[in-house]
């Protein structure tokens, strides 16, 4: 039997920020170890089991975030990526990704896995997996129910039934998130698992009960796959469907109301890093408790998660603290307020400020800018272009451009002129002259450019073609 693995991957991570931002969010993040982001950790646990090439379904937003994470893995040819253009839950997600697998295998079992959650124990996940898919093939709908290690009142939980077999067994019911005295019964009772919202469906089974239940959601979904258009590597689902769907979860719409509901435990050091103090439980600590990532010096420092980014952190004298360092913001909140940072994403929200979006580095498929520094009427930016790639031909109305090459090598179209610059070599683009940047080498080109103009914005960008499928401004 083999199994399509969906990832769903269009979270925002709000609870992460500094580091997890909307245009960024903690998905594509190099947590919690700083070695590969949270989607390729995912992408890497389904080594060695009987798997398809993965179905990815992410906001259009982060399209080319995902292509390039899948190209590191080694996985974007065989990868199918899903783009919502707007965002629906669970339920009507799966069933898009149920419908596109349906295409290629009329007797799909989906294995549908969350892209911002770690495992500490792959074996055990496997293993449960394994389980979970037979439980599949036999008509059952299943979800992952992690064996809860502390009395939680964040997560939903889900009490067990009679068994099925030795692979799992019957869903009782489900319950909303609960108090602290109920959630301390749970924990103890054996009985009862923490919702991971992890599942395992055959991809028509779980079709057939969603137009039982939901007939509305399976049409508009229909819809959605059927007037999907390619788009380089990516399939754009059509928005005047989804726009017409309801947005629930696959708890909500299905699985709470079905007959055909089951639950595989899982015991795999399962965290769904909802928080900074998640982070500090699953990190690997020193003698006095401390998990550190980047450049970081203590003294006399306990129970503390501190994170650096781009500089050196220093802490001294505090305990039970966390302290993230980022190009544009800090963080610093007790350990055990570490959720309340929605509150500080609440106000950027509301002031309109662009630390809740996007860092101060920016990545495009083509590379990444880097804002070093601006003023009034001038800007100086880092730019990466990765090899083979390049920027679109475009031109601008209200600022110039100086260009220096600090690493690789430069191709530049001028006007009618195309020419090479190399390391210390510059040019000059005049405003409104059409311009393109491409990198021919093999190794990044690092470029210093320094924008000069009455307006500096990144929508005074007029794209006249480009390899990426993107037009019009910015």
């Not at 006399?300 to 305990?319: C, F």
Request: aromatic share 6%; charged share 25%; glycine share 8%.
């Amino acid at each position: 039997m083999t199994l399509v693995p969906v990832i769903m991957a269009g979270g925002s991570g709000s609870r992460l920020w500094p580091l997890s931002r909307e245009l960024h969010p903690k998905q594509f993040l190099r947590l919690p170890d700083g070695q590969r982001t949270m989607l390729q950790g995912t992408l890497a646990r389904l080594e060695g089991l009987p798997c398809a090439g993965p179905i990815v379904v992410s906001h259009e937003e982060h399209r080319f975030l995902v292509a390039e994470q899948l190209r590191q893995s080694g996985r974007l040819e065989q990868a199918t990526i899903l783009l919502e253009p707007i965002a629906r839950g669970t339920a009507p997600a799966i069933a898009t990704a149920a419908l596109q697998a349906l295409e290629h295998d009329p007797e799909a079992v989906l294995l549908v896995l969350s892209a911002d959650q770690v495992l500490g124990d792959v074996a055990a996940f496997q293993q449960a997996a394994l389980r979970a898919a037979e439980l599949a093939r036999q008509g059952w709908l299943v979800t992952f129910g992690v064996v809860p290690t502390r009395a939680e009142t964040g997560y939903g939980y889900i009490e067990r039934g009679e068994p099925l077999g030795e692979d799992g067994y019957r869903v009782a019911r489900f319950v909303e998130k609960p108090d602290a005295e109920r959630a301390a019964a749970f924990a103890a009772s054996g009985a009862h698992y923490w919702n991971a919202g992890m599942f395992a469906l055959g991809a028509g089974r779980y079709l057939e009960e969603l137009e039982r239940l939901a007939p509305a959601m399976r049409a508009a979904c229909e819809q959605a796959v059927a007037g999907a258009r390619p788009d380089l590597t990516f399939i754009r689902l059509d928005r005047a469907a989804l726009e017409g769907c309801s947005a629930d979860s696959i708890d909500y719409a299905v699985l709470e109301k079905t007959d055909r509901a089951a639950v595989v435990p899982l015991d795999a050091a399962w965290s769904d890093v909802g928080a900074w103090s998640a982070l500090w439980e699953i990190g690997a600590k020193d003698g006095d408790g401390n998990v550190t990532i980047g450049d970081v010096l203590l003294h006399d420092v306990q129970g503390s998660y501190l994170h650096g980014t781009d500089r050196l952190v220093a802490a001294v004298g505090v305990r039970d603290v966390v302290l993230v360092e980022t190009k544009d913001a800090v963080l610093l909140a007790h350990r055990d307020r570490a959720q309340d940072v929605r509150h500080i994403v609440q106000r950027l929200q509301a002031q309109n400020r662009a630390e809740h979006r996007q860092h101060r580095e920016v990545y495009r498929p083509w590379g990444s800018f880097d804002a070093i520094h601006a003023d009034a009427r001038y800007q100086v930016k880092r730019i990466t272009v990765n090899p083979g790639a390049q920027l679109s031909l475009q031109l601008h109305h209200h600022r110039a451009e100086h260009w220096i090459v600090v690493q690789g090598t430069a191709r530049v179209t001028r006007g009618e002129e195309t020419f090479l610059l190399t390391e210390n070599q510059s040019t000059y683009i005049p405003v409104g002259q059409p311009h393109r940047l491409e990198n021919p080498g093999v190794i990044p080109l690092v470029m210093i450019e320094v924008q000069t103009g009455s307006y500096l914005g990144e929508d005074d960008i007029v794209r006249l073609s480009d390899a990426y499928g993107r037009a019009g401004r910015a």
